[in-house]
């Protein structure tokens, strides 16, 4: 027996060792495929850019929106590029280098190196090639995409008796190009140091923790070996360890490491008899769009940081929990009112919102709902009643009372269905009418029309009241139907311009976009209509919307994406969808005279319209001060209380 295990004591050593090398072998290999992969990816992403952007310089000459003379001629790419090229390469955080080179060039800065010239030789041999990616050089990875000269170019630099004046004034010898030649490329340098830093930590963190592992398994079968007669006491000892490791993975969440449900549900219980119990169920607004927009891995890197914070702000006496998803919760047995808790809680709430949270380069600002409940049973589930409250009425708190109770909610839902099957069948929704103030004319020019219910008592019914019940309800599009209805019947014979909102429900449904597109056909100044497009709602079939705003454009009508900057605005998507207006969010604009994170959101917004020529429409502007902001911050249209409230017929008077 004693020769059995020494021979396997001698056997597993080197199996071990093999083991080890092997995975050492296809770490290492599949970490160099991933730094390759992502130094591939990065560049095109940022190649995408820089070609958007020279196509966006060389397009305002094109189009002729500049006259190319001696002072527009450095917004052509032959001098932005290399500008805004030099100060990318300096400021960005991996040394990553940007330009356009040439194998000719009459910069000497501009001339191409070694590794550049081959991209060219390349592109030179492979006509029908763009992109050129090579990791030859160990200094770092050189990808390249290839410049030939099209029709537009010929414009220039075709026979030198028709270039521009301000070209042959500026270039000798810039002529006589032919299509499809090479000129140059956009040569983009990654160094692999910072890159293989980060991978190779990877690397060698998944090495240590592999070593680390057989080490220890190779140490547990020696000592089971050697120790034969002591299994039994030694696997009762193990037994109960993992035990205790086993509850605690049940009891911690794992990302944050903060107790989870389980053990939040385990402290209510245990606590139940006390006095004194509050609960605050806190989540993040929208965390799916972070997901989306970011990725996985900056969305957990958020989930941390808020949970972190959360600690950091919270005092002793309240225990904070990570739940599923993006939720936490902050629990406390200790003798306070409600009151004093729910400062605490706004507090904590205050503070998270301010953070801007930096995460691999980006930075990111996060709204949260809270639900809170005190001293009630079933005070879980009377706090979450309190937080889905918030979430659908866009509050940040709401405090749970029996105002809230489940049932009377699920009643008041039935009513309100009632209610607009009811005003569907009798015709008793109708549009009001809420002016929009051109702020170059100072002139009231266009008009949102807005549903309302009309009782046959008289009583108006605002949206906040069905809206959300007709969209769970499916009843949305008899809504559209009868606001496209009324008011293209109201404004057929006005020289106004109205906009009617449209969901992406309404554009995805066959039946109601072909209803949108008819009405449209029939209506005598189709220029005068813009269709606003909520930007919150979550789209799953661009092409389709693509489309819809192909065939409506088409027609002469305008596009405006509403509730613009409410989520992580998508900005690509706005270049792609082709708009005409972007309505500035209302979550903004109310803050905006307060609020320097809503003022330098602004800012951002009205700047990425105006150099996309698209005009800007702030919504919810309810007293002077924030329209004369606004006006100086350079916004095209404001609409909001104090422009005018939405009336039955149109109201034109406005003096500021």
């Not at 006095?275 to 169920?281: D, E, G, R, T, Y």
């Not at 600002?365 to 079933?378: E, K, P, V, Y």
């Not at 969209?471 to 009617?500: A, G, H, M, N, W």
């Amino acid at each position: 027996m004693y020769d059995l295990n020494s021979k396997i004591l001698k056997i597993i050593p080197l199996i071990f060792l093999a083991v080890v090398i092997s995975k050492i072998v296809y770490t290492y290999s599949d970490v160099k495929k991933r730094e390759y992969t992502f130094a591939k990816q990065e560049a095109k992403i940022l190649y995408d850019y820089v070609a958007a952007n020279r196509a966006y310089h060389r397009k305002l000459f094109t189009d002729n929106i500049l006259q190319l003379d001696s002072n527009s001629i450095k917004v052509l790419p032959s001098f932005s590029s290399s500008i805004i090229s030099k100060e990318f390469s300096e400021k960005n955080s991996l040394n990553i280098t940007v330009k356009t080179v040439s194998d000719n060039a009459r910069n000497a800065t501009n001339q191409a190196n070694d590794d550049e010239l081959k991209a060219i030789k390349y592109f030179n041999e492979n006509k029908n090639e763009t992109e050129y990616f090579s990791n030859e050089n160990s200094d770092y990875y050189q990808f390249a995409n290839v410049l030939k000269v099209d029709e537009s170019c010929l414009k220039c630099h075709g026979n030198v008796q028709d270039a521009p004046k301000v070209i042959k004034d500026n270039y000798t010898s810039a002529y006589n190009y032919n299509i499809g030649e090479v000129r140059g490329i956009i040569s983009i340098n990654i160094p692999t140091k910072n890159l293989r830093k980060y991978f190779l930590e990877i690397f060698f963190y998944s090495i240590i923790y592999d070593v680390i592992l057989l080490v220890f398994l190779f140490l547990g079968i020696s000592y089971l070996i050697n120790k034969s007669k002591k299994l039994n006491t030694v696997l009762e000892t193990k037994v109960k360890e993992k035990t205790e490791e086993l509850k605690n993975s049940l009891l911690l969440e794992r990302l944050t490491r903060l107790p989870n449900r389980l053990r939040l549900i385990d402290d209510i219980a245990l606590n139940a008899d006390s006095k004194s119990l509050h609960l605050a169920l806190i989540n993040i607004d929208r965390f799916k769009d972070i997901n989306d927009l970011y990725g996985y891995e900056v969305g957990d890197k958020i989930l941390k940081q808020v949970a972190l914070a959360a600690q950091n702000i919270c005092e002793n006496k309240n225990s904070v929990y990570k739940l599923p998803s993006d939720e936490y919760a902050l629990f406390t047995t200790a003798n306070v009112p409600q009151k004093e808790f729910i400062k605490t809680v706004k507090k904590l709430i205050a503070k998270i919102q301010e953070s801007e949270f930096e995460v691999s380069g980006n930075s990111i600002f996060i709204t949260l709902s809270c639900g809170i409940a005190s001293n009630q049973d079933s005070l879980l589930t009377k706090a979450n009643v309190a937080l889905q409250m918030a979430k659908n009425n866009s509050k940040s708190i709401v405090v749970y009372d029996n105002s809230l109770d489940t049932k009377e909610r699920i009643t008041q839902n039935i009513e309100g269905v009632l209610l607009l099957k009811n005003a569907i069948k009798e015709d008793m929704i109708v549009p009001f009418f809420q002016p929009i103030y051109n702020t170059a004319t100072k002139k009231i020019e266009k008009y949102e029309s807005l549903a309302r219910i009309i009782l046959q008592s008289g009583e108006v019914i605002p949206p906040i009241r069905f809206l959300d019940i007709a969209i769970k309800s499916k009843l949305y599009p008899e809504i559209t139907k009868s606001i496209v209805r009324k008011s293209f019947d109201f404004f057929k014979e006005k020289d106004y311009e109205f906009s009617i909102n449209i969901s992406i429900h309404d554009i995805e449904n066959i039946k109601t976009s072909k209803f949108i597109l008819d009405e449209v056909e029939k209506f005598p100044n189709p220029k005068n209509i813009t269709f606003e497009i909520l930007e919150s709602d979550r789209v799953e079939n661009y092409e389709k919307l693509n489309k819809f705003i192909k065939e409506i454009k088409a027609h002469g009508c305008k596009i405006a994406i509403d509730d613009f900057g409410s989520g992580y605005s998508n900005f690509s998507h706005i270049l792609e969808l082709n708009v005409n207006y972007l309505k500035i969010d209302s979550s903004l604009v109310k803050h905006i005279t307060k609020d320097e994170n809503s003022r330098a959101i602004v800012k951002t917004i009205i700047n990425f319209a105006s150099n996309l020529n698209l005009k800007t429409i702030a919504e919810f502007v309810e007293d002077k001060e924030s329209m004369d902001l606004l006006e100086k911050m350079g916004v095209d249209f404001i609409q909001g209380y104090y422009i005018g409230k939405p009336e039955s017929g149109l109201n034109t008077d406005f003096e500021s």
